[in-house]
T-cell receptor
Framework: GEDVEQSLFLSVREGDSSVINCTYT??????LYWYKQEPGAGLQLLTY?????DMKQDQRLTVLLNKKDKHLSLRIADTQTGDSAIYFC?????????FGTGTRLKVLA | DGGITQSPKYLFRKEGQNVTLSCEQN?????MYWYRQDPGQGLRLIYY???????QKGDIAEGYSVSREKKESFPLTVTSAQKNPTAFYLC??????????????FGPGTRLTVL
């Protein structure tokens, strides 16, 4: 079955880079996504990557995809206190979107 | 201003009551979804609908019901049969999956508490 795994917590200092990792199981996924959730709010799409790409950069965000190992990562450069949130990776399988458990990022001032 | 709205933001229910959560979108998306989120857990799919008048059960449909009479609306009813309904409920929509990125867009959520 489909399963997406993430580590639960990450703590970084303000100004450092954050790297959030995700492993997925469905090699037929065409798109993989990263979402951000702030407390008490819905999910906000941050970025996505097509499965035939290795890397995608969007301002402070860099997504790396290792399709062979089914590993996805999100790097946030110059992490700010406003980046503190829960980050979810997700893969799309037909009409269904499979979400990881989320990684809670805490940014220390 | 396109988006997804959910109401109410907070909802309290007594045991044994049915309650309906509203979800409306004006993004002209064909597909709509309901998820449940519990503290420290990811999103679990309750129901989804690809087209008007059609919907499918997700992974945790027991104790829930939905309808899709209009493209823009996908209300979720939490019935008294749902044994542990206290949770944060998220509605989402997306275009029909094709060759595009077809990301999901989420509403702000409804927090349901059973008293």
């Amino acid at each position: 079955g489909e399963d997406v795994e993430q580590s639960l917590f990450l703590s970084v200092r303000e100004g450092d880079s954050s790297v959030i990792n995700c492993t997925y199981t469905d090699s037929s996924s065409t798109y993989l996504y990263w979402y951000k959730q702030e407390p008490g709010a819905g999910l906000q799409l941050l970025t996505y990557i097509f499965s035939n790409m290795d890397m995608k950069q969007d301002q402070r965000l860099t997504v790396l995809l290792n399709k062979k190992d089914k590993h996805l990562s999100l790097r946030i450069a110059d992490t700010q206190t406003g980046d503190s949130a829960i980050y979810f990776c997700a893969e799309r399988w037909a009409y269904k979107y499979i979400f990881g458990t989320g990684t809670r990022l805490k940014v220390l001032a | 201003d396109g988006g997804i709205t959910q109401s109410p933001k907070y909802l309290f229910r007594k045991e044994g009551q049915n309650v309906t959560l509203s979800c409306e979108q004006n993004l002209n998306h064909d597909a709509m979804y309901w998820y449940r989120q519990d503290p420290g857990q990811g999103l679990r799919l309750i129901y989804y609908s690809q087209i008007v008048n059609d919907f499918q059960k997700g992974d945790i449909a027991e104790g829930y019901s939905v309808s899709r009479e209009k493209k823009e609306s996908f209300p979720l009813t939490v019935t008294s049969a749902q044994k542990n309904p206290t949770a944060f409920y998220l509605c989402a929509s997306s275009p029909i999956p094709d060759r595009g990125s077809n990301e999901q867009f989420f509403g702000p959520g409804t927090r349901l508490t059973v008293l």
